[in-house]
């Protein structure tokens, strides 16, 4: 147990960092200029964190058991464990128990902390993209507020003041407004921010068909309205990604943006990852079983491509079965039994027979005859115990 802990914990770590520094790009462009950045990227990152642990998890726990039962079988420790009258499953027997665990685990986390995480998430990325002007706003760059678009050349350190402000505004029957000014600065009037402007110029053209119409005002001091009360966000449940899981299973209606069968593609695709914990430690014990004398890198290769194939399978017949009268379920756990059902039966295999895994199946072809055209290193030997 204390051996195969430290590779998943490892896993884990090593998983979530790599995930997380994908998504700290995003999160950073939103929270730059604000006098709490730090606190709001690890509040956005912990919001990430469930979805992140929902394949780290699974990922972790069979590399961890691969990862221990070849370093034991190598050195030839399981040997001397089995020569004590211990089997191989009663050896290993702790990470199907880890399994069973991280099972439980992992349906909490697809289950409540996933869809709780990504609202929180999305709650928090509305608020800082309806933030206040001068948070927002970013040296010689183009924005969008509102039906203005404003363009600063440049922030003063204080970040309340600016200069060579140049705002452009579309009005009703083609018309527009541009606004120019050399030096700006930040102004609350009652509940409502405010971009105080001074000398500068406005051009308004009401009707672009009268191009001579064209009004031209100069002014010493000009209030542009940049923010205004919030409204609140939205409640939760308005994608099927924020649901719990019993409230997916009882959704029985489709959603703004999911159909009844996108909400039980998504049921299913998280059961079948979380619940994936119980048949993973079976595989990397029985791929793990290596030969001290022999050893074969191809089995870690194929190790790591197990976990891959399972995910895109898994979203594959989810995807697939959306069209399907059966519905995207019964292809799901199709796939789940087919899976189970190889790593139990390898799984038995593997603790009850002699040899490893490869060359039980070589051993196995030369038993039916059909190795007679295949190289001679490739050819079936007798087991000896």
């Not at 140049?166 to 509940?191: F, H, N, V």
């Not at 308004?204 to 031209?216: K, S």
Request: with cysteine.
């Amino acid at each position: 147990m204390r051996q195969s802990l430290i590779p998943i914990v490892g896993t884990i770590v090593i998983g979530l960092l790599v995930l997380s520094a994908a998504r700290f790009l995003i999160v950073f462009d939103l929270v730059l200029g604000n006098d709490q950045g730090l606190l709001i990227v690890a509040r956005l990152l912990g919001a990430f964190v469930p979805h992140y642990l929902a394949f780290t998890l699974p990922l972790s726990l069979y590399w961890g058991s691969y990862v221990t039962v070849r370093q034991l079988t190598v050195s030839s420790e399981a040997n001397i464990l089995q020569a004590t009258g211990s089997s191989i499953g009663r050896t290993f027997r702790t990470l199907l128990v880890l399994g069973a665990v991280f099972a439980c685990i992992n349906v909490a986390v697809v289950g409540w902390l996933q869809p709780l995480g990504r609202y929180a998430y999305r709650a928090l990325s509305y608020k800082l993209e309806k933030a206040d002007f001068y948070l927002r706003v970013r040296d010689s760059t183009f924005m969008n507020l509102g039906p203005r678009t404003v363009f600063v050349e440049k922030i003063n350190p204080d970040r309340q003041s600016f200069e060579k402000i140049l705002i452009y505004e579309r009005l009703d029957k083609g018309g527009s407004m541009t606004i120019a000014a050399p030096r700006g600065s930040i102004a609350k009037l009652g509940e409502r921010l405010s971009l105080r402007l001074n000398g500068g110029q406005r051009i308004l053209i009401e009707n672009p068909a009268e191009p001579d119409n064209v009004q031209m005002m100069n002014f010493d001091v000009l209030d542009v309205p940049v923010g205004g009360v919030m409204e609140p966000f939205r409640r939760r449940g308005g994608d099927e990604q924020e649901l719990l899981l019993p409230e997916l299973l009882r959704q029985d209606k489709p959603l703004a943006d999911a159909s009844v069968a996108d909400i039980s593609s998504s049921t299913h695709k998280r059961l079948v990852i979380a619940l994936s914990c119980l048949f993973l430690p079976m595989l990397g014990i029985v791929l793990g079983v290596q030969s001290a004398r022999k050893k074969n890198l191809y089995q870690s290769i194929v190790a790591l491509l197990i976990v891959i194939v399972y995910h895109q399978l898994v979203e594959f017949m989810g995807d697939f079965g959306k069209g399907l009268a059966a519905g995207p379920a019964a292809l799901l756990w199709f796939t789940y039994a087919i899976f189970f059902t190889i790593s139990a039966v390898l799984f038995y295999k593997t603790t009850t027979g002699i040899g490893t895994l490869p060359d039980r199946f070589w051993s196995t072809v030369s038993r039916w005859g059909l190795d007679a055209n295949l190289p001679v290193w490739r050819r079936g030997k007798p087991q000896t115990p």
